[in-house]
């Protein structure tokens, strides 16, 4: 069974461009959740998406924005990019949004904003 | 002050135990959770305990908490190189959404 797949693994932009990533759930999974982690701030929980609908939102301005497909598969964009967005962006999947459900995490999107 | 305090460091010799402790400030936390990330790698979820147990046994792996405190602590026996990670202690809540608060994570450091 194939895992949570990120892509790309990494990316450099610079200020000012904008960013899409890609994550791709285990099959089955219908929950996505999206995650920044940098060394200041640890991980910061972003989004979720269940079945193509945002169910959960984290405290980031309007410049990061996500969707999610009917194949569970689910992108995450960042407009306007700051050298303060560089960090490591995971992405999570779960078979359903519960808490009795473990969420499996991708190996993560590496951006750099230069 | 953070939702989920954990130190920085952690370091140990390999065979010896590691205590890695935890705080969080919401008493209506359900679930407690440690998380490893290794190298280049996404997070792993280790272990989970309900807020209503005292003490969770898996392997090597044991997890204490205290609820009164609010404090949680993972315990490796015998403690190996390949155990040499970042680890997360993580809390989510009951009526409401169950993503988890993270930690800033404690870097495991095993050296022989």
């Known amino acids: 069974k194939a895992g949570v797949t990120q892509t790309p693994r990494y990316l450099i932009k610079t200020r000012g461009q904008q960013v899409t990533l890609s994550c791709s759930p285990i099959s089955g999974h219908r929950s996505v959740s999206w995650y920044q982690q940098t060394p200041g701030q640890g991980l910061q929980f972003l989004f979720e998406?269940?079945?193509?609908?945002?169910?959960n939102k984290g405290n980031f301005p309007g410049r990061f924005s996500g969707r999610q497909f009917s194949n569970s598969r689910s992108e995450m964009n960042v407009s306007t990019l700051e050298l303060g967005d560089s960090a490591l962006y995971l992405c999570?999947?779960?078979?359903?949004?519960?808490?009795?459900?473990?969420?499996?995490f991708g190996q993560g999107t590496r951006l750099t904003v230069v | 002050g953070e939702d989920v305090e954990q130190s920085l460091f952690l370091s140990v010799r390999e065979g010896d135990s590691s205590v890695i402790n935890c705080t969080y400030t919401?008493?209506?936390?359900?679930?407690l959770y440690w998380y490893k990330q290794e190298p280049g790698a996404g997070l792993q979820l280790l272990t989970y305990?309900?807020?209503?147990?005292d003490m969770k046994q898996d392997q090597r792996l044991t997890v204490l908490l205290n609820k009164k405190d609010k404090h949680l602590s993972l315990r490796i026996a015998d403690t190996q190189t390949g155990d040499s990670a970042i680890y997360f202690c993580a809390e989510s809540r009951a009526g409401g959404s169950y993503i988890p608060t993270f930690g800033r994570g404690t870097s495991l450091i095993v050296h022989p």
């Open positions: 305990i309900f807020s209503n147990m």
């Open positions: 998406y269940f079945s193509e609908t945002q169910r």
């Open positions: 999570a999947s779960s078979l359903e949004a519960d808490m009795n459900t473990e969420a499996f």
């Open positions: 919401d008493s209506s936390s359900t679930y």
